[in-house]
C-alpha cells in the first residue's frame, strides 16, 4: 500500500502546484522568490512571496471566459473567498499587486484596485485551447465537458448582451455614483420637477447661493455679459418609470446676480436608465485631471491633453471597448468649443487613438505645428461617431 499511498500524495502536490495567486513585494528575502513576466519583447522582473493566497485546492470551479478567448474564469470556494477577501482587503489598492502563478510562471501580476472576493480571471493565455486544458486541471472536469459548459456560457452571455434584463439602481447605489460623478465635476437634480414647482420655489432677485441651496450645484454654467445662466438637469436615474411627458431640465437666469427669469429647457418622454451591463474589464488605467462642468471657466481643450493613459501591468493592448471610451472622451471638445481651437497631437488620446484611426493618423501628419484644430478632428472622428465606422 505505500506505493500507492506515495502516489497519492504526489497527485494532490502537483493538483495543489497548477495554480496559485500571491504577493508580489518589492524586494528579494527569505520565503521570496523572484520571477520574470514577459509582455512581447518586453520582460519585467518581480519579486513574490512563496506563501499562497489561495491555491488550486481552494478554486470551486473554472471556465474559459465568454468575452476574452485568451483569459479563464475562476471562482473560489467559500473558504477560498473568504482568504483572498482578507488578503486584498489589507492591500493598498491601486498600488499592491498580486501574481496569478500557474504551473510555476507568471502569466499575470494585476495591481488590486478594489477588495476581491470569490471571483477572478486569468489573462495571458495562450487563446482557448490553454484556457480550455488550465480549466480542465484546475477544475478535475473533462476538457468535454468543460466546452459544452463554455458553449452554454458563452450563449448566455451573448443572450444578456442582445437582451439585456433591466436592473435599477437602489438608493445607496444611486449615492455612490452621485459622489462618483460629484468628483468629475458632473451634478443633477435628483427629481423631475414641474413648471408649478419651479414657480413655488423660485423667486426673483433670488442669489445664486439661494438656487444651489435648493436644487444643488448645476449641470452647467453659462455667462454673457451681465446675464448669467444656471442649468439643472434630471438625473437619468429619477426619470419616470413609466413613459410620460416631462420637464427633464430647466434653466435659472440671473442678471446683476439676481434671479431674473426661469423656463423649461427640454421636455422628453424618458424612462428611468437602468444599471449598465457588466463591460468586459478594461486594460487601461485612467488619469483624469480635475474637472468642474458646473464651473464657467472650464477648460475641455486642457482637460483633454492632460488626460492620462497607460496599460495596466501585464496588458500589451487596449480592449475594444477602451478604445471607445478614449474616442467618447476626445468627441468632448467638438461639442463645447469653437471650431479654430486646437488641440495637442502629442497628448496621450490622441496617441492611443492614433494607429486605429487612419483619419486622425493623416491629419496628424499635415499638421506641421503639432496641434490639431476641433474642425479637423471633426473631420476625423465623424465617420465613427456618425457613421458607425468601427475601430478595428
Same mark, same amino acid.
Given at each position: ?18 495554480? !496559485? ?11 521570496? =522568490?523572484?520571477?520574470?513576466? @514577459?509582455?512581447? #519583447? ?25 468575452? $476574452? ?22 492591500? !493598498? ?11 510555476? %510562471? ?5 495591481? /488590486?484596485?478594489?477588495?476581491? @472576493? ?29 466546452? %459544452?459548459?463554455?458553449? %452554454?456560457?458563452?450563449? &448566455? ?33 435628483? !427629481?423631475?420637477?414641474?413648471? +408649478?414647482?419651479?414657480?413655488? &420655489? ?26 448669467? #445662466?444656471?442649468?439643472?438637469?434630471? +438625473? ?21 446676480? %439676481? ?10 418622454? $424618458?424612462?428611468? #436608465? ?29 482637460? /483633454? ?13 487596449? =480592449? ?41 493618423? +493623416? ?30
Amino acid at each position: 500500500m505505500k506505493p500507492l499511498f506515495l502516489l497519492l500524495i504526489l497527485s494532490l502536490t502537483a493538483h495543489s502546484e497548477i495554480l !496559485r495567486l500571491s504577493h508580489v513585494v518589492p524586494e528579494a528575502g527569505e520565503g521570496i =522568490t523572484r520571477f520574470e513576466i @514577459s509582455y512581447g #519583447e518586453l520582460k519585467e522582473l518581480i519579486f513574490v512571496k512563496d506563501q499562497p493566497i489561495v491555491t488550486t485546492a481552494d478554486v470551486a470551479g473554472a471556465y474559459p471566459t465568454p468575452e $476574452r478567448e485568451n483569459s479563464l474564469s475562476v471562482s473560489l470556494s467559500d473558504e477560498g473567498g473568504k482568504k483572498m477577501f482578507e488578503a486584498t482587503k489589507a492591500m !493598498r489598492h491601486g498600488i499592491d499587486r498580486i501574481a496569478i502563478i500557474v504551473d510555476g %510562471k507568471v502569466k499575470s501580476a494585476p495591481i /488590486v484596485n478594489e477588495t476581491l @472576493s470569490k471571483n477572478f480571471e486569468i489573462s495571458g493565455l495562450n487563446g482557448p485551447d490553454e484556457a480550455l486544458k488550465l480549466a480542465s486541471r484546475i477544475s478535475g472536469k473533462s476538457e468535454e465537458e468543460i466546452a %459544452k459548459i463554455t458553449a %452554454k456560457n458563452k450563449k &448566455l452571455a451573448l443572450e444578456q448582451l442582445l437582451h439585456p434584463e433591466p436592473s435599477f439602481h437602489t438608493h445607496e447605489e444611486y449615492k455612490l455614483l452621485k459622489a462618483e460623478r460629484a468628483k468629475m465635476g458632473m451634478y443633477y437634480v435628483d !427629481r423631475v420637477y414641474t413648471e +408649478a414647482e419651479l414657480d413655488q &420655489l423660485l423667486k426673483k432677485g433670488m442669489s445664486e447661493a439661494d438656487v444651489i441651496a435648493i436644487f444643488g450645484k448645476p449641470h452647467s454654467i453659462a455667462s454673457k455679459e451681465e446675464t448669467k #445662466e444656471l442649468t439643472f438637469v434630471t +438625473a437619468p436615474e429619477k426619470h419616470p418609470a413609466k413613459k410620460e411627458y416631462h420637464m427633464n431640465s430647466f434653466i435659472v437666469e440671473f442678471t446683476s446676480d %439676481k434671479v431674473s427669469h426661469w423656463r423649461a429647457f427640454a421636455w422628453s418622454e $424618458r424612462t428611468q #436608465e437602468p444599471k449598465r451591463a457588466q463591460r468586459i474589464p478594461d486594460n487601461l488605467i485612467h488619469k483624469a485631471p480635475p474637472i468642474d462642468l458646473s464651473s464657467d471657466d472650464f477648460d475641455i481643450i486642457a482637460f /483633454v491633453e492632460k488626460y492620462e493613459i497607460s496599460l495596466k501591468p501585464g496588458e500589451t493592448t487596449p =480592449t475594444n471597448s477602451d478604445y471607445y471610451d478614449l474616442l467618447g472622451t476626445l468627441w468632448l471638445p467638438t461639442i463645447t468649443e469653437d471650431d479654430d481651437k486646437t488641440i495637442d497631437s502629442k497628448c496621450d488620446l490622441i496617441t492611443f487613438l492614433k494607429p486605429i484611426i487612419p483619419e486622425l493618423a +493623416a491629419t496628424i501628419k499635415n499638421t506641421p505645428n503639432g496641434r490639431i484644430s476641433v474642425a479637423n478632428l471633426i473631420t476625423a472622428l465623424s465617420p465613427y461617431i456618425y457613421e458607425g465606422k468601427p475601430l478595428k
